[in-house]
């Protein structure tokens, strides 16, 4: 029994050598700017507006010129007006354009409100899709905190490619 163990040991210890570059230590940039975004949609959800903000970088601007404090009152007006909320992040493509410095993000996302989630997908309602550019800059604590915002409506036939793929798992059928 000994001699079959010294002779895996070696294997077992050169398998998990090759491993631990990979399967240990930080994820890479590009899941942690996709955390963000996932993260700040489950916050909108739960309607923590405080930690929604802390994820925009303090000189933060969106297409119409808004600051933070501007699309705080922006979002706390939205939050107000809807019951209910449900954000599913689709498909999102990151670009690291300076390494350790800044990302572009592209993420197409459904926002719905209004009856309760089993009830939209009985009804097979969706709700309207919406597709973000959004620029990320690590900040000096190494966190990412997005720093410009652009988004639109886009119809279904419009959505990213694995976006479509997302939405079809969410809406078997559509």
Partial sequence: MIR???R???AMLAAAALLLPHGCGRPPEEELVRRIIKDAAALAQKRDLGALMDLLAPDYRDY???????AQALIENYLRSFRGIVIHVLGVKVEITEPGGRAAVRTDMVLSSGAAEAFRKLARFTGDYFRFD?????GPDAGWRISYAEWWSV??????PESLEALKELFPGL
């Fill in 4 to 6: 079959g163990t010294a």
């Fill in 8 to 10: 895996i040991l070696p």
């Fill in 134 to 138: 959004l620029g990320l800059e690590k």
């Fill in 155 to 160: 119809s279904l036939t419009d959505l990213l």
């Fill in 64 to 70: 119409q010129g808004r600051d933070k404090a501007a």
